[in-house]
């Protein structure tokens, strides 16, 4: 899918008898060019709902949004109000306000740590019940992701998709999100394969070492071969 102008979540729920409480929004990669939809998202919250794991695919804006004024925010905004209305509306998807993760994949991957990063816990006068609410995950599942915007390591479409060909240091420094780990990061599982070429294992590598410093919980597994 590409070309997204309006974003969109797919809600896959789980039979209420194996429910666990727990919600996940999913971001298919894509190199912030298209979205994998299928295979990085609305397969995998099938699979999630056969665990009793409630899913929200997320059809997200990439930098190419045709109303974007600033087109490298577009992604990361329709991720933070995705986590804000799950959270509003937990109780008709039965689900539990602080069981609310993110996962992604690839370019998805880099949304996902890039929300978990970068949020704000609301607006508690707002009179919208969405704007009160945190957009901080609770946990995050990040599959071979784009951690970093360093040329040595990151995934060079993705970059580009992103940030464009002359970012400023200040973008590349935001959206290298080993940099921007806090002790408030929530807890991350990682997952990677050591002859990925075309997102280097090091950007997992260096996102657990960042979570580690911060003492946040993390698991990660890398292996040795699997693209």
Not at 10 to 33: D, H, S
Not at 64 to 89: C, F, N, Y
Not at 90 to 100: L, M
Not at 124 to 140: E, G
Request: some cysteine; proline content about 6%.
């Amino acid at each position: 899918i590409g070309k997204v102008q309006v974003p969109q979540i797919e809600v896959y729920l789980p039979n209420k008898r194996i429910a666990t409480g727990q919600g996940v929004v999913i971001c298919p990669g894509g190199g912030y060019a298209r979205l994998a939809y299928d295979w990085e998202g609305t397969d995998i919250a099938k699979l999630l709902n056969a665990h009793g794991i409630a899913a929200f695919v997320l059809k997200y804006r990439l930098p190419d949004s045709l109303s974007a004024t600033h087109p490298e925010q577009v992604p990361l905004q329709d991720a933070q109000q995705a986590i804000r209305m799950i959270r509003a509306k937990a109780k008709a998807y039965h689900v539990q306000a602080n069981r609310i993760g993110i996962m992604g994949f690839s370019a998805g991957g880099h949304l996902a740590a890039t929300a978990s990063t970068h949020f704000d816990e609301g607006d508690k006068n707002a009179s919208d019940i969405i704007a009160q609410q945190s957009a901080r995950p609770d946990f995050s599942i990040l599959m071979y992701p784009v951690i970093s915007m360093d040329k040595a390591i990151t995934h060079g479409g993705s970059r580009l998709n992103l940030i464009g060909s002359h970012p400023t240091e200040a973008m590349i420094q935001y959206y290298s999100n080993e940099l921007q780990v806090s002790n408030n990061t929530p807890p991350t599982f990682l997952v990677h394969a050591t002859d990925d070429g075309a997102v280097p294992v090091e950007n997992s590598l260096r996102y657990y070492q960042a979570l580690k410093d911060h003492k946040v919980p993390v698991e990660m597994h890398i292996y040795p071969s699997g693209g």
